[in-house]
């Protein structure tokens, strides 16, 4: 019985991080409106600062129970996560945002290559397949065409740090310190978003409609999400963490056509059946493929790895 607790916990981690990319997509939309009136690096510092302090007091107890290499981790992947938030909003200041998010979701080749690199893993051919197809299916979502510029570069930049914050996170957050990580991460964003944001002074949200989407933002998409993220990687890998947060463009296209305005079309569909092809693939290998695969379960010692 024993035995059948690491795969019933990595197909709750998958369910989790599934939800999570929802909840990432549902905010394309809000997140369009709200810049009209916000400023990008505002937006994300009041984001943050609330999800942070949110986190600190309901994980309060978690939190303080942490030693202090748990500390410096949490610290140290919030500051990775910052930055790439900082770097992802000045890339999109002259890069479209189709391209931007095309080259963001580059995280999904570049987190098996890190893995490779600097954790040592074997990569399979069905983690390589999927990895393709997700790809694939990105391009198809968001390309309306490509020229690489310096917000391409600075964007590119922001997608090697999301994949590196993947890697570091599935190989470091254990399901004894995920919730303790999570809000010291949300700590450390919120300490370099402000960071970006107060030099020029901060503009706040105006009226209850803007209030309550940066709330949804803040404390659904930020805190829950970061949260269940942190959870989730404590019981899957690397690899298949980043195939499964590629659906998040997938349900951003469905919520922009469901509440958005906008019109399903056939790139869409094919793009994002491509993408759920890599995360059919990400659930199938493991029970089909051999022990080397870099998409299996992780065994249980592998949960809980000393920094």
């Known amino acids: 019985m024993a035995s059948t607790a690491p795969t019933r916990q990595t197909r709750l981690a998958t369910v989790l991080l599934v939800l999570v990319t929802a909840i990432w997509g549902s905010t394309f939309f809000l997140i369009r409106d709200l810049l009209e009136h916000v400023p990008t690096t505002d937006f994300l510092s009041v984001r943050f600062s609330i999800a942070a302090v949110v986190m600190l007091l309901v994980f309060r107890r978690q939190t303080l129970a942490l030693r202090s290499r748990d500390l410096r981790l949490g610290l140290a992947l919030g500051a990775v996560y910052g930055v790439a938030q900082v770097l992802q909003t000045t890339g999109l200041e002259t890069t479209d945002a189709s391209v931007s998010g095309f080259i963001t979701g580059t995280y999904v080749v570049l987190t098996p290559v890190l893995a490779a690199v600097i954790l040592r893993e074997r990569i399979g051919p069905p983690t390589w397949a999927a990895v393709a197809l997700a790809t694939l299916g990105l391009a198809i979502l968001s ?31 254990t399901p004894q310190t995920a919730v303790g990580l999570a809000a010291v991460q949300a700590t450390a ?48 890998t690397a690899t ?59 065994p249980a010692e592998a949960l809980h790895h000393d920094v």
């Open 143 to 173: 390309l309306r065409g490509l020229s690489i510029g310096t917000g391409e570069a600075v964007t590119l930049a922001s997608a090697v740090l999301y994949a590196a914050h993947i890697v570091a996170l599935g190989r470091w957050s």
């Open 240 to 298: 298949r963490a980043a195939i499964v947060m590629a659906l998040e463009p997938v349900f951003a296209a469905l919520f922009a056509v469901a509440l958005g305005g906008e019109s399903l079309t056939g790139r869409m569909l094919f793009g994002g059946a491509l993408v759920v092809a890599a995360m059919y693939l990400v659930e199938l290998a493991p029970r089909a493929g051999s022990g080397a695969n870099a998409l299996e379960d992780p």
């Open 189 to 236: 964003i919120a300490i370099i978003t402000s960071a970006a944001a107060l030099p020029d002074g901060l503009i706040l949200p105006q009226g209850s409609t803007q209030w309550a989407s940066l709330l949804y933002m803040a404390i659904v998409a930020g805190a829950a999400a970061l949260w269940a993220q942190t959870w989730a990687q404590a019981h899957l």
